[in-house]
């Protein structure tokens, strides 16, 4: 086994749990519009995606909207399918929809939690909080009824507007965006090319969890997993895998280098069984020439 794959067999083995932060629960949903113009020979088609923030009492999650919409019409369709199969064990499809992408802020201990997901498993990527040096002055605007004051700072490469709510005192928003004395409802970059848009406040309606049974997810086929997962919770899945962002990168750039080799080498080990199937070559992926994340120097 090179060097390389066994970095990776390490880390999927030797990795722990998340460790769960102070429980917190949603009580609020702020809606967005997201927009990042991602290839700048193509601006007039950006990227988009409907996304939300979930503000409990003292922290925030941030996730896709069109995801969570698509798990809850997967899992109705998925037990009409099981009702209408003769065995119970339906050939049904899921579609990837929505970033896989979550930011968990939690200000009160200065911390970000960015969930990513990769050959299936969970990881949660620990990190401070950014520093952001808003300056506010004086401006104020309503957004969906809620009062909001205007905000600029500078933050990885780009000069950004904010409108946050006092009204609402949790310091988080979506993104990495954060800092301010409320939640940040609307936010753009100065050249447009990045934009978090108003879509809507809702209240969080609360969900039932912990009726019946409990099942370990490990024993449901993957298509399941994370059907039941309480979106109002505001912490990683159950089950992530802690890390840092610096081995994350090692694993995605493995998998890109050599996909079937991981495969092999985490089998071959004593970590989780992944299954027997030749990966075969990457997609292309889209052209991004313009990451939202610029280095400072542009």
Avoid at 134 to 160: E, M, P, S, V
Avoid at 189 to 203: C, L, P, R, T
Wanted: overall charge positive; hydrophobic content about 35%; charged content about 20%.
């Amino acid at each position: 086994m090179n060097r390389q794959l066994l970095m990776v067999v390490t880390l999927l083995t030797t990795c722990i749990a998340a460790e769960a932060q102070k429980s917190d629960t949603a009580r609020l949903l702020v809606h967005y519009k997201f927009s990042w113009v991602r290839d700048t020979a193509n601006r007039a088609h950006p990227y988009t995606e409907n996304m939300v923030l979930y503000v409990g009492k003292n922290a925030g999650a941030y996730r896709s909207y069109d995801g969570v919409v698509y798990k809850a019409q997967f899992k109705k369709a998925f037990a009409e399918a099981v009702a209408a199969s003769p065995d119970g064990h339906p050939m049904i499809n899921r579609r990837g929809v929505g970033s896989n992408i979550e930011y968990y802020q939690y200000p009160n201990q200065q911390k970000l939690l960015t969930k990513d997901q990769l050959m299936a498993n969970n990881y949660a990527i620990e990190g401070p909080l950014p520093m952001i040096g808003w300056k506010t002055n004086g401006d104020t605007a309503i957004f969906g009824g809620l009062h909001c004051q205007k905000a600029t700072g500078h933050f990885k490469g780009r000069d950004y507007t904010a409108w946050f709510c006092p009204d609402l005192p949790v310091r988080t928003g979506p993104w990495k965006l954060t800092g301010l004395p409320g939640v940040i409802v609307d936010a753009r970059d100065a050249k447009n090319e990045v934009i978090f848009q108003f879509d809507g406040v809702e209240k969080a309606v609360p969900t039932s969890q912990g009726n019946g049974p409990a099942v370990d997810k490990k024993d449901l086929p993957p298509i399941l997993r994370d059907l039941d997962d309480d979106m109002n919770l505001i912490a990683p899945p159950a089950g992530s895998i802690k890390t840092t962002q610096k081995d994350f990168d090692k694993l995605k750039e493995a998998m890109r280098k050599n996909p079937n080799g991981v495969v092999q080498a985490v089998n071959a080990g004593n970590g989780p069984k992944m299954d027997q199937v030749k990966m075969g070559p990457p997609l292309m992926g889209p052209v991004i020439n313009n990451p939202i994340e610029l280095p400072e120097n542009q």
